[in-house]
Structures are given as C-alpha cells and as structure tokens.
C-alpha cells in the first residue's frame, strides 16, 4: 500500500471515529433526556391515550400489493411488507420507544416464483410529547398536538457479494451484491381529530422528518451514490373536511383516507446534479378505503415517483408505478375522535 493510500485510509478511519463519537453522544443525550422526563408528575389518563394515538398514526403498516401495479416495475406476482411493531411506554408518560422489524419482498412473475433478495429494516424510535406546542402559534398554523420522535435505523438486504458486478464496467451485482446502511432520522408530527356532528368526523395530520446516512455507515459501492441526507413532508387526510349535504358523499368520504409525501435527496449521487429533480424528488401518494364489513383491512392505491426503496435496487432508474393492494388498518378512528374532542 502506497504512502497516499495509507494517509487517506487513517483519515477516513479518524473521520468514521469522529462520526461515531457524535452520534453516541446524541444518543446518550436522548437517553438522558428521556429519563429526566420519566421523572415528571404523571400525566392524566387522556393526555397519555392521545399521545398513544399519535404514536400509533407514525407507525408503517403491512401490505400486499397485487401484481407489479403500472410503471417500470419488473413483472411481479406481488410486493409485501411485514411490519410488525412492539411498544415500551409508561402508563400516563407522554413519551415511548418503539421496536419495529420489517421484511419487504418482491416475488417475480417467473417460473417457480423467484423472491427478489429481501429488504430488511430495523427501526428503534423514541417518541415523546412536545409540551410547549400548545402554548405557541404553531397549534394555529399547523394542529393542535405534536409530539418528536428520533429513531436508529437499519436497512439491507442480508447479502455478502461484492457491489459491482465486474470492476471494469462498475455494473452493480442485482443478484447478490453487498446492500447496508444505518441512519437516524428525526421528525415532528402534529394532529388534529374533530367532530362533525354524529356520523361523520374529520382527522388531519402533518409530520416533517429529516433522514441522516453517514457515509462511515455504507457498506461498499453506497458512497457518493446513495445520498446522505433526506427531508420528507407528508400530509395526511381522513373523513370530510365539512358536512356537504350529500349522504353518499359524505359516507365515501369518511371512509376514506388519503396521504401526500413528497421528499428531496441531498448528497453525492453519482452523475445526478445537486437541483436534479428527475434524481432527487421523490413522490408517495396513498389513497385508502376502509370498507365497513372489514375492521382491520383496507384497499388502496399508491403512486410512487424516485429512488427505488427495495435495498440495491436503488442504483436502478427511477421507479414509478401505480401499485393496488391490501393494507392493515392500525387505527380506531371513531375512538381518536372522541379522544381529541
């Protein structure tokens, strides 16, 4: 190893250190944070059952798409994901943490229904209540109640191959190449629940989060590729807004849900310019119907425009697709309602 290689190898190596230090600090910060607010006077009962229904509106559900939707989505028999989500809160503590392990797979249209190497994430997330909201204008600007949460995150797709898939041409090994990354992210989550009158009711909620990869934390070929920062801002709707005076209307419309993302990627990514939206916008829209002969299931529709999510598959062209499917329904609306009156 030459004198140039080895300079640059020991200073990557004290940066990744330097990294990792300032991220054990922000951890431990949190963790101190979060036992100095476990020494707080209880909270009443209906403060800490309203902070859990806007703990239980951030967690990601499972799903089942069918087919591989409309796009340039490889022909797939379907996609799914299984997230599972296990809690650790104190009875009337405005704050909690959250485990949750996720396994995303995609099985090709092919002959004997090959399964696309699986994308595996693990988040732990501290959530807690952000106490000075409700005495500020944001209660006006935004919703009524918020809360913050942090979370250590895992995602890859439990392979050991190298990236490229021949040096020379640097085309990435889809089949089995090397995918792994952890990051942090941290968000605000505000929500609103109101009446309108005794069939119908309306929830609204916004939530703006920040995504941070360091790039001591890629595994091989991820560096000026993947991007290392990522803000999201995503609204979402339930129920009418207001009473229109026509029943089938309205009774569609409070069935209905409807979730608008949108997000923008900052860092190297290869070739892609720093305003390159084509590269670095990316677009999530659901839209859910909750029919009323199933508590805990409901159809939906999603558009999605960016960088694929499925693991390596991210070094692949933009995906788009208009995918259909089955989700799970992880909210009691009528009960929040009644919760936030």
Do not use: C
């Amino acid at each position: 190893m030459n004198g140039s290689s080895t300079e640059h190898l020991n200073r990557f190596t004290v940066e990744s250190d330097i990294m990792r230090s300032r991220i054990l600090v922000l951890l431990f910060s949190i963790l101190i944070s979060s036992l100095l607010h476990a020494q707080d006077p209880a909270a009443d009962s209906l403060k800490f059952q309203k902070f859990l229904t806007m703990v239980n509106a951030n967690r990601e559900q499972s799903y089942v798409t069918v087919g591989s939707g409309i796009g340039n989505l490889e022909p797939l028999i379907l996609e799914a994901k299984l997230s599972p989500s296990y809690f650790f809160a104190r009875n009337k503590k405005l704050w909690a943490v959250m485990v949750n392990p996720q396994v995303q797979v995609r099985i090709l249209n092919e002959k004997s229904l090959p399964i696309r190497n699986p994308s595996y994430r693990v988040y732990g997330t501290f959530f807690h209540e952000l106490k000075f909201w409700q005495k500020t204008f944001l209660r006006k600007v935004f919703y009524d109640n918020a809360l913050w949460y942090g979370s250590y995150a895992h995602h890859s797709n439990g392979q050991d191959g190298p990236f490229f898939a021949s040096d020379s041409t640097q085309e990435v090994n889809f089949d089995d190449g090397n995918f792994s990354t952890d990051y942090l992210e941290f968000g605000i989550y505000t929500y609103r629940a109101t009446d309108l009158g005794r069939n119908y009711f309306s929830i609204r909620g916004f939530k703006a989060s920040l995504e941070y990869y360091p790039t001591a934390w890629y595994s091989e070929g991820l560096r000026d590729r993947y991007g290392s920062y990522r803000i999201f801002a995503s609204m979402g709707i339930v129920g009418p807004q207001r009473d229109l005076r026509r029943q089938g209307l309205m009774r569609w419309l409070q069935r209905s849900s409807l979730e608008l993302k949108a997000g923008w990627i900052f860092g190297s990514m290869e070739d892609a310019a720093p305003l390159e939206a084509s590269s670095r916008m990316i677009i999530d829209v659901y839209y859910k119907y909750y029919p009323s002969w199933f508590d805990e299931i409901a159809f939906f529709i999603r558009y999605y425009y960016g960088q694929d999510y499925y693991n390596i598959y991210f070094a692949k062209d933009e995906l788009t697709n208009l995918s259909f499917g089955i989700t799970s329904n992880i909210m009691n609306f009528r009960q929040a309602v009644k919760l936030f009156k």
